[in-house]
């Protein structure tokens, strides 16, 4: 049985970020200002990622009191997950298109039909 996934604009912007790099490994602290997200909305979505299988994480390996900071996880697409951000990036090209096209078509003002 198939289970279909509710893609939601976070996870769009959240891909999207990841893809703009996608042989980085970012931490979070690197995804929030570039897919304007709250912390609150990026490490659930990240989590869930993790679990579906589309990111691994790992702790930067680095010496805390040599950086003079707290390591810093990292997240990286994993095969599974480039795949599903190139077709989820691709679903949301053809969307706008159709709305291009919709609204280039109608004679009002923001697309609304008359």
């Known amino acids: 049985m198939t289970t279909e996934r509710r893609i939601t604009r976070q996870t769009e912007q959240i891909l999207e970020t990841l893809m703009s790099d996608s042989r980085k490994a970012w931490s979070g602290s690197q ?4 897919a304007g997200l709250k912390s609150g909305t990026l490490y659930p979505a990240l989590l869930r990622m ?8 790992r702790w930067e390996d680095i010496d805390p009191s040599e950086a003079g900071r707290p390591r810093r996880r990292l997240y990286a697409l994993t095969g599974e ?34």
């Open 81 to 114: 997950g480039e795949r599903v951000a190139r077709q989820i990036a691709s679903e949301a090209d053809a969307r706008a298109r159709r709305r291009q096209r919709r609204d280039a078509a109608s004679p009002l003002p923001g697309g609304l039909p008359a």
């Open 31 to 34: 995804i929030a200002p570039v």
């Open 50 to 57: 993790q679990r579906s299988g589309w990111l691994t994480c």
